[in-house]
């Protein structure tokens, strides 16, 4: 081998590790940093006489496993909406109240038959009737209470749409803009790589609002297209569209037109579309027109069958068929045609006042008796009882129970799917944690990096002592 062809060979060398050492450097100090990949230095070779000489030049590229990273945005997808989804359930049930816990419906429903017992065993009490009296304001305040939350977590999934639909929207022009940027550096021979990180972060946040898959393009572009197929992002980006409803009502429905749905590129997409069918979109959307409506129409149910309950004369005799008694209505003394919103319109009659003993002896004597009956009659206190844990139905294919275990089959449905809301996402966590771990590893091992780095530092030396020798070599024959 000249001396030329090893001079060239050690330059070249030099240069291979003084670009590798500048590639360690960025990888550590970028370790932390979400969403960098992993730059790498290729090896490229000259052939002399036949043989190959050692590392002349380097590529650098930047480590990304496309297949791995989709895997951790599809698995992230799916623990946005299950964790969206399971904290609206446990809300509901709180809401509700736990079985025992003070405040909560079953433990006013107790109250009410311990205090009714008593108000019978001594109907002239006026604290006993007193007493059954705050406890029927208390319940209905409670019903009130729980349809205005729920209304309240269809305001709040709505809120939440409006604001990720306007996230979404920009970060689909951020990565549009990218890509224009990632597509104008390629072409002029830099390197995008910093643009292509930033790119990244970017389609991995989109990921946690909806399914999206990334697909390679020419130039280091990349398109962004939905579950169903449809484009996204390439040269140019997708517009969702979103209006958001205040103070939405219990009837408030999407099939009525009350409150909106998502558009893309003006296609509405309907309830249940691939598009939505995970992330934080598709689980706000199912808080607000089907998790939240279906508690309404369960809280409605108990609402009416109360209603029922104390209604007519079989529960007072002084009403008449139809007639609401003990529970009524904001909007009137007979039965809605619609039930929905008939938690929130709960109350106790006017006629009875809980502050006011001059009206308690209706409820021993009845609401529309004319004047008080004998004090020691608790007949019309026994009609309550019996109201109470008279078994009836909430609706075709439910059992007909007493009002307590009514309200605790309601809460038990509730309590059934935070469970296995729950259970989704334990599944979900687990399954995103693993797949981030295993892409996290595919990331920057500072230990690897300082070991290629003391790798560096003898190549650099063994290059450097070869010009060296070159050197004295050529000023040897020089002074012959």
């Known amino acids: 081998m000249s001396l030329g062809v090893a001079n060239n060979i050690a330059l070249g060398g030099l240069r291979f590790t003084s670009q590798g050492t500048r590639v360690v450097a960025e990888n550590l100090a970028n370790a932390d940093i979400e969403g960098y990949g992993l730059r790498s230095t290729l090896a490229t070779g000259t052939i002399s006489g036949g043989a190959s000489t050692v590392a002349r030049n380097g590529a650098v590229i930047r480590d990304v496993d ?24 446990s809300e509901l049930e709180q809401a509700y109240g736990l079985p025992g816990e003070t405040g909560s419906l079953n433990d006013l429903f107790s109250r009410l038959d311990a205090n009714l017992h008593q108000a019978a065993t001594t109907p002239d009490s006026p604290a006993a009737l007193q007493a059954v009296a705050q406890d029927a304001e208390r319940i209905a305040a409670k019903f009130n209470a729980i349809g205005q939350h729920i209304q309240a977590m269809r305001q709040q999934a709505d809120t939440a749409v409006e604001t990720d639909i306007a996230t979404l929207n920009t970060q689909l022009e951020r990565v549009a803009s990218l890509n224009k940027d990632i597509q104008r550096q390629t072409l002029l021979g830099g390197t995008p790589f910093a643009l292509m990180d930033e790119r990244e972060r970017v389609i991995s946040d989109i990921a946690t609002l909806l399914p999206v898959s990334e697909i390679p393009r020419d130039n280091n572009r990349v398109m962004l297209v939905t579950a169903r197929g449809e484009i996204l992002v390439d040269l140019d980006a997708a517009e969702f569209g979103f209006t958001a409803t205040p103070g939405i009502a219990a009837d408030d429905t999407r099939s009525s037109g009350a409150v909106s749905s998502i558009s893309l590129n003006g296609r509405e997409l309907g309830l249940g579309d691939r598009t939505l069918a995970g992330g934080k979109l598709g689980a706000n959307l199912a808080v607000r027109d089907t998790i939240a409506p279906q508690a309404q129409s369960d809280l409605d149910r108990l609402a009416m069958d109360l209603l029922t309950r104390f209604a007519g004369p079989d529960a007072d005799t002084s009403l008449a068929a139809g007639e609401l008694g003990l529970f009524t209505l904001t909007s009137g003394t007979s039965f809605p045609a619609d039930p ?9 009659t006017p006629m009875i006042d809980p502050a006011d003993s001059s009206s308690l002896w209706r409820l021993r004597s009845g609401l529309n008796a004319a004047m008080p009956g004998p004090s020691v009659d608790p007949a019309n206190l026994s009609r309550m009882i019996d109201a109470l844990s008279d078994p009836r139905t909430l609706g075709p294919g439910l059992p007909a129970l007493s009002m307590a275990e009514n309200i605790s089959e309601t809460l038990s449905r509730v309590a059934t799917k935070r469970l296995g809301a729950e259970s989704a996402l334990a599944y979900a966590q687990a399954s995103y944690t693993a797949k981030q771990e295993t892409l996290a590893s595919r990331g920057v091992d500072t230990d690897a990096q300082m070991q290629d780095l003391l790798e560096l530092e003898r190549a650099y030396a063994a290059n450097a002592r070869v010009l060296t020798t070159i050197d004295d070599m050529l000023r040897q024959l020089l002074e012959i």
Do not use: K, Y
């Not at 895997?71 to 609206?88: F, G, K, L, P, Y």
């Open 66 to 89: 496309p297949v791995l990273l989709a895997a951790v945005r599809s698995a992230d997808t799916v623990r946005q909406s299950a964790q969206i989804e399971t904290a609206a359930l």
């Open 340 to 348: 929905t919103g008939a938690a929130q319109a709960l109350r106790i």
